[in-house]
């Protein structure tokens, strides 16, 4: 079909021409080579751009800003997590950020976030430790050259010293309190070579104890070494080690003056590791090998110039990459290592023999040990997705787990596909995005912030490396979900080499909704040979009785539709599962993009410089649509309610009336597109390009003209972007994934994300948990306590809710139910109903004291109603006060002899007053006081006293 001209040329912006802008761009880049000027931080890392053209220039100063904000942490820290003195905290940094977590539960409970630094530089915090002075202060460093002292009690900031270079390592010791000794490097690094950059580090001592807060503090340095991997004072307080390249160095701290003694390692050492009780050290290198140093002596403190030495060590391999970290257990027995392996491998010292705990998910990265409420030990791993994992020491098991969104893109750079997973499950409004291996994905919810669950799509190994080479992992290329919610389609791919012929797999997961878990239903072999699939997308929402479909495009040139059939059988429930439907091959193009229009009775297939239009239920070809405009479509987009449709092409954009079947309008961008997003609710759509280095221009149309309504920018550029709108709105609100492997919302309505605990919030001292003393161990927590009111409360409130049907209560799991003893009482008036009450008056209160007085034990017990029925009346509480004065309280003639519990009454009523003919208990005639009396336990007196007091009650 001819193409029509556009409705609207005059509106079409005209672009730059290249070879104006290329001049000014390569003048630029020209004169940054000479000058040395032009150096730009974005995204915390430094890039050298030149001077952008005119219209790049106007993003900064006329284009208004996107409102976005990013959801994803920086990379985790090389620097293990450190324990608050009791255990109940630990701190992790994050970026320029210390966070910290409650160890119980995880919860994230309070950031002490560093100030900007005034010079520019990145502040990321590298180290944090314990004042020595002040169990509740700790002391950072950050590459920005400043030692921070915080107060985490109070979430505040005490004192700031400023050393001029970056900071790598911080360690302290209660012997020396006054000070700290620290890693540093030079700050600028860039204007020497490389061997002089490695060894442009040193080691100094700070003096904490400065009399004026404005003052400098003592700096006395150490020595010079290369760049710092490690850094550690003994247990004694007597030893510095630091460890840099293939040396150890040792310095004596009670003489300094003597500097450091060299130790060479046959490899390069990657991280440090004091024992907590002798002065010995372990160290682990790129090789996997562990090496225990017993060089600290006082003839280490000897000093030749020039001098390295060797000394004897005890070696332990295992590992077969690169051991990342290291920790002794608080005894002293046992050694901790991790590395690439995702295996902790914990070392007996004096036998030689380890333990294994696998499958951790990731590689580890830091190891920590703490203490337990109840005075066990535990091991939190910090792995290189940002997930940290509590290990039993008791049990070698993982106890629990705590995970962040896990974006990082050193798993997911792929030659072969350069699309990135990312869909929004419309039921329960969570993300299903890629994980931290490029076999799975997570899904993350935005409400909670947490990893709800983590679905491996494609079995693999996660360590699979020869040699230096990694083994190409099966990689997670598309994700779409259905619009009920319960399918999700996925795409995983491995890429062939000289051993593998590769692989391609679509599979169709069916989602529980009882667990909420995805479940396989259908594996797909080569649904387009070992052709990349292009594109995938499900049917839009299905009428009642109406088949679900999903249409795909592949490079091998066809376009496959798959259907949903059940097999039904007598008897047996309904299974469903996906099958091939119909293929539309094209033997001279390939489809890049395939979308459905919102009723589902159309296809929209992009063909090069055709879009095609075929009928969704019977494959007849409609239409095609090009236009001397847009020689390459990539993308094709229903918009406005199905009437019209937006074609994408490199640098241009057409928007076809599928009524008139023209071109309505056109754009011309003077940069790439790379993206457009419709909205799902009104007529407007977004276009997204990449202007200058790794940033966006975003545009918003409506079909009405192709002047754009608005026009924005953002600092990055998004692989992957979806519609997310919490409420409906008017504006457009995404969810994407960054070029950096950032996961941000973006649009006018996403407000300023701000999780629970991500400000700075002091601890209060009661709201630390308190360790159980041996006596509640013995005898369990006091009934006293307020969680035994708040479980009475919800077992009284559990069976309230279940309306009379208590058998339910035994339902749950027994971790789940209340105790028993909070449950005895509800669960029985369940069960136990009141005695009706009687038809007669209840009698005067002067009858039944008489009455009472005059009852005999051996007669049969009235009935009583239950104690909650019963009102007792002033009147009723004066007539016993009354018996209790006549019958109880009168003066008798002291005894000269002490009188034993034979002798005397119940409730004090002497023997004459047993003559009585209103009263005559049955008991025996107590004995003369020269006779012994007997014991009170077990006379007949104590079951009178029994009865008279059931009587009181």
């Known amino acids: 079909m001819a193409a029509s001209t556009s409705h609207e040329p005059q509106d079409i912006p005209l672009p730059s021409t290249p070879s104006s802008t290329t001049a000014k761009l390569g003048r630029s880049r020209k004169g940054l080579k000479e000058k040395g000027k032009g150096k730009e931080t974005v995204g915390g890392k430094r890039s050298t751009i030149g001077n952008p053209p005119p219209s790049t220039r106007s993003i900064h100063e006329d284009d208004p800003p996107l409102r976005w904000v990013s959801i994803t942490d920086s990379a985790p820290s090389k620097s293990p997590p450190l324990f608050t003195q009791d255990g109940s905290y630990y701190f992790a940094l994050v970026g320029t950020s210390v966070k910290i977590f409650a160890t119980s539960t995880g919860q994230l409970v309070s950031t002490l976030s560093a100030p900007p630094s005034p010079t520019g530089s990145p502040s990321e915090i590298t180290s944090v430790v314990l004042n020595p002075q002040n169990i509740f202060q700790i002391i950072t460093g950050s590459l920005d050259g400043a030692i921070r002292i915080w107060d985490f009690l109070d979430a505040t900031l005490l004192r700031t010293y400023e050393i001029g270079q970056p900071i790598h390592h911080i360690c302290a010791h209660e012997k020396h309190q006054d000070n700290i000794f620290i890693t540093v490097s030079r700050p600028n690094p860039n204007k020497q070579t490389k061997k002089r950059m490695e060894d442009a580090s040193s080691v100094l001592r700070i003096s904490l104890k400065v009399a004026d807060v404005s003052a400098l503090p003592d700096i006395t340095a150490l020595g010079k070494i290369r760049f710092p991997t490690g850094l550690a004072v003994a247990p004694s307080g007597n030893w510095l080690v630091a ?26 050492i990657n991280c440090l590791s004091f024992h907590p009780m002798e002065d010995f050290f372990a160290t682990g290198d790129t090789k996997g090998n562990i090496r225990l140093w017993y060089c600290l002596n006082e003839s280490s403190t000897v000093k030749v110039a020039g001098l390295e030495k060797k000394t004897q060590t005890t070696s332990l391999h295992w590992h077969a990459h690169a051991v990342s970290s290291l920790a002794f257990t608080s005894n002293g027995a046992y050694l901790l290592s991790g590395g690439e392996e995702s295996v902790l491998v914990i070392w007996q010292l004096h036998s030689g023999r380890k333990e294994f705990v696998p499958r951790l998910g990731a590689p580890i990265q830091t190891i920590s040990v703490t203490k337990t409420l109840r005075g066990g030990e535990e091991y939190l791993l910090g792995l290189t997705d940002a997930t940290f994992v509590f290990v039993s020491a008791s049990t070698l098991r993982i106890s629990r787990s705590y995970a962040r969104i896990k974006l990082f893109p050193s798993n997911h750079s792929s030659a072969l596909s350069q699309s990135v997973p990312l869909a929004v499950h419309p039921n329960t409004s969570t993300f299903i995005l890629p994980s931290s291996h490029a076999s799975s994905v997570q899904t993350y919810s935005l409400s909670s912030s947490k990893v709800v669950s983590e679905l491996e799509i494609s079995p693999s190994n996660r360590v699979s490396r020869r040699e230096e080479k990694p083994i190409e992992p099966s990689r997670v290329e598309r994700i779409v979900i259905s619009p009920s919610g319960d399918w999700m389609a996925s795409i995983d791919a491995r890429t062939p080499d000289e051993d593998f012929q590769g692989e391609v797999y679509m599979k169709i997961w069916y989602r529980d909704r009882k667990t909420s878990v995805w479940v396989l239903n259908t594996r797909i072999d080569k649904p387009h040979g070992l052709h990349q699939v292009l594109s995938l997308s499900f049917s839009p929402q299905a009428q009642a009785g109406e088949e679900s479909y999903l249409v795909s495009a592949g490079g091998d040139g066809a376009v496959k539709t798959w259907r949903l059939r059940h097999n039904r059988e007598k008897g047996k429930e309904a299974e469903g599962f996906w099958l091939a439907r119909s293929c539309i091959s094209f033997p001279n193009e390939i489809p890049t993009h395939v979308s459905w229009s919102p009723d589902g009775s159309l296809l929209a297939v992009s063909l090069g410089a055709y879009v095609m239009l075929y009928d969704a239920l019977t494959n007849v070809h409609r239409t095609t649509f090009t236009s001397p405009e847009c020689l390459h479509a990539c993308t094709t987009y229903f918009v406005g309610q199905g009437r019209y449709l937006a074609v994408q092409g490199k640098r241009e954009v057409l928007l076809w009336d599928l009524v008139s079947q023209s071109v309505r309008w056109s754009f011309a961008s003077p940069y790439p597109i790379y993206n457009v997003v419709p909205h799902p609710e009104n007529v407007t759509f977004a276009i997204f390009t990449s202007v200058a280095s790794e940033r966006s221009r975003v545009y918003t149309f409506s079909p009405s003209t192709s002047q754009p309504s608005r ?38 309505e996403v407000k300023s994300f701000q999780e629970e605990g991500s400000s700075a919030t002091g601890l209060l001292l009661q709201s630390l948990p308190k360790r159980r003393t041996l006596f509640q161990d013995i005898f369990g927590k006091s009934i006293f306590e307020h969680n035994y009111a708040l479980s009475n409360e919800t077992s009284a409130a559990t069976l309230e809710r279940m309306s009379g049907n208590a058998e339910s209560a035994f339902d749950v799991p027994a971790y789940l139910a209340p105790p028993l003893e909070n449950l005895f009482d509800p669960l029985l008036s369940v069960y136990l109903k009141q005695h009706p009450a009687k038809q007669d008056p209840l009698p005067a209160a002067d009858a039944l004291v008489e009455d009472d007085l005059g009852m005999q034990v051996d007669e049969p017990e009235p009935i009583v109603q239950h104690p909650r029925t019963v009102r007792i009346e002033a009147e009723e509480i004066s007539s016993l006060i009354a018996v209790f004065q006549k019958h109880s309280l009168q003066n008798c003639t002291p005894l000269k002899t002490p009188k034993m519990n034979g002798v005397a009454k119940v409730n004090g009523i002497h023997p004459e007053t047993s003559k009585s003919k209103s009263f005559r208990p049955e008991v025996d005639v107590p004995t003369p006081l020269s006779e012994p009396r007997p014991s009170p336990v077990v006379n007949g007196i104590g079951k009178k006293r029994k009865k008279a007091l059931d009587f009181l009650e």
Do not use: E, M, Q
């Open 243 to 268: 460890t840099a390249g293939h040396k150890a160095y040792v310095s004596n701290l009670s003489n300094i003056k003597s500097g450091f003694t060299k130790y060479v390692s046959p490899d390069k």
């Open 711 to 748: 026009v924005t920018y953002l600092p990055f550029t998004l692989s992957n972007a979806v519609c997310y709108s919490p409420k409906p709105s008017a504006s457009l609100s995404l969810a994407g994934i960054t070029h950096d492997w950032r996961f941000v919302l973006v649009g006018d």
